[in-house]
């Protein structure tokens, strides 16, 4: 009898998964194949037979295009790097250019390394997976996801308007009708992603995009949480190549006691905080700090009110010096919710505020996203075209690479180095990234002429 060393058995069980998942990927693809043939017939079912068949010819061209652009591999060279816009505990966002057609996006690069050694394999996970089902404009849109042995890569639609903590550090404070605005867009940017099974409970406003026009798109779904195994971190604790499952992988006191002095700390502390390892608790409902008793969707509710009192207040309710403190204020939030005297907001808008942060038991959004929208701070929104409206505050973008409304980081080489990097680290357990890849059809179906 022929005993086959541990290893051995390792590398057998890791072909298998491999392999498995290449069919059940193909058996997706043709899925997917067939719905789009299926929306097709619908949108051309009202036109002449002739225009009908040229309609489908075209249809079948680009989805013959599409077959043979996804068996071309795609990997960070064929993008131009134009500038670093982001930082992260994990990683960076770098302003790029497609070098075939053009096109500029914002690319996400995330190290392996850090991504095993943090257990973050699961949030990623959930991150690309969200990102590749999400097709709807209150969400930042992914178009292609891929890695190579030192990082994983995440190539988004930029948007040039920055983000709603920028917009809120160049304001003391919003308005009234400002705040409706940008509460409302967020409020149905979270009832989207609930809708499609996930809670993102990572909501605030460093996480908010603003487009060209200054409109709303969530983004960052790095602490999202799905309906698959592989979106929980034990599941990564615990699995090894021989258990896994191809389906797993498919498709202290406060600042100052003042409102203005309390503003002006916040606004001094709040960037450092965002590009921090530790990150800031601000935004986080306490049940989710209580891991033991489990939480809801109704934990990014608590975490739109947080951002509301902000847009009106200036700063967020229970702001410290230090993260732990802030902790400390929102497990026991009851003393320590207050409003200023000295920057009076209406009743409604204090009466929302109250009501997302408090008890989960208490909270609206409970049953129906619609709880919230018939509350009377919401009175003369148009829920149908709020997008179609322009936006609360006017957005200055004076061109497809401009970053102006986002920070001005350290000049720096803005290739990408991997040079100096012990990629022995990730490949020994590099399996967990199966099926990372994706390519969006209708952006592989598209041509553009590059930019002179």
């Known amino acids: 009898m022929t005993i086959f060393s541990d290893h051995t058995k390792e590398k057998a069980e890791k072909a298998r998964l491999t ?136 190539i988004m639609e930029f948007l040039p308007g920055g983000d709603l903590m920028t917009l809120l550090m160049r304001h003391d404070y919003l308005t009234n009708e400002q705040t409706q605005f940008y509460i409302a867009e967020t409020l149905l940017a979270i009832e989207f992603v609930h809708q499609l099974g996930f809670i993102h409970r990572d909501i605030k406003p460093d996480n908010l995009l603003l487009d ?27 699995i090894t190549a021989n258990t896994a499952n191809p389906s797993d992988f498919a498709n202290s006191p406060g600042p100052g006691t003042g409102s203005r002095r309390n503003r002006h700390h916040w606004q001094q ?82 009466d929302l505020i109250r009501r997302l942060l408090c008890d989960t038991r208490d909270r609206l959004g409970q049953e129906s996203t619609d709880d919230i929208k018939q509350h ?9 075209t709020i997008r179609d409206r322009p936006a609360a505050i006017r957005i200055d973008v004076r061109g497809l690479t401009d970053t102006t409304n986002f920070d001005e980081f350290p000049p720096v080489d803005v290739g990408i180095d991997h040079q100096n990097v012990d990629s022995s680290i990730s490949s020994d357990r590099d399996w967990v990234f199966l099926n990372y890849t994706y390519k969006r059809f209708e952006v592989l179906t598209q041509r553009g002429k590059k930019r002179p």
């Open 19 to 154: 392999i498995e998942n290449f069919y059940q990927n193909f058996l997706f693809q043709q899925n997917e194949r067939e719905e789009r043939l299926e929306s097709k017939e619908t949108e051309i079912s009202n036109l002449s037979e002739e225009d009908k068949i040229k309609k489908r010819r075209v249809h079948a061209a680009k989805e013959t295009e599409f077959l043979r652009l996804k068996r071309t591999r795609l990997g960070k060279d064929d993008f131009e790097p134009l500038k670093k816009i982001g930082q992260g505990a994990f990683g960076e966002v770098r302003l790029v250019q497609k070098k075939d057609t053009g096109h500029v996006y914002a690319m996400k690069i995330l190290r392996k390394m850090d991504m095993l050694a943090k257990d973050q394999v699961a949030h990623i996970r959930a991150e690309r997976d969200i990102l590749e089902k999400a097709d709807n404009p209150w969400v930042v849109k992914m178009f292609y996801s891929f890695q190579d042995f030192v990082n994983l890569y995440l």
């Open 212 to 238: 060209e026009r200054g409109h709303i798109k969530l983004s960052d779904f790095g602490l999202c949480t799905g309906l698959k195994k592989a979106h929980t971190t034990d599941y990564f604790k615990e």
């Open 269 to 350: 502390n709040r960037r450092q905080l965002a590009y921090s390892m530790v990150g800031t608790p601000d935004y986080i409902a306490p049940e989710v700090f209580h891991c033991s008793t489990g939480y809801t969707k109704s934990c990014d509710w608590w975490s739109l009110g947080i951002i509301m009192y902000e847009c009106l207040i200036g700063y967020a309710p229970f702001c410290s010096d230090r993260p732990v403190d802030t902790y400390r204020k929102v497990i026991a939030w009851q003393d320590y919710l207050e409003f200023p005297v000295e920057t009076p907001i209406t009743p409604q808008a204090c």
């Open 376 to 384: 009377s701070f919401f009175n003369g929104v148009d829920w149908q």
